[in-house]
């Protein structure tokens, strides 16, 4: 049997995607704890985010420094599980955040 090298690529592929995913629920109901509730400035940065808004746009809204809107974002993908800006809002509105 000869090594298919096509193959063996669509495996490699499949496995970094894998890798990426995010794990799906039944009925929309969290995947996982999350953890307690967010507050509502988090709802507001979220509002923000799915709104389109740039980093400097929310940090504005929120008074604080991009920095700091910038390391809440990372936070809230740590704590969604999210890898993406992308993920985070549709792991944000399925715990129901948003």
Do not use: C, K, N
């Amino acid at each position: 049997m000869q090594r298919s090298d096509l193959l063996y690529g669509l495996i490699d592929l499949f496995e970094s995607f894998w890798q990426m995913a995010v794990p799906l629920s039944a009925q929309g109901e969290p995947t996982d704890d999350a953890g307690p509730d967010p507050t509502q400035e988090t709802r507001q940065l979220l509002t923000y985010l799915s709104g389109g808004l740039t980093d400097g746009a929310i940090a504005r809204e929120l008074g604080v420094s991009e920095r700091t809107v910038a390391r809440r974002i990372t936070r809230l993908q740590e704590v969604l599980g999210a890898r993406t800006r992308f993920q985070l809002g549709i792991q944000a509105t399925r715990h129901g955040w948003i």
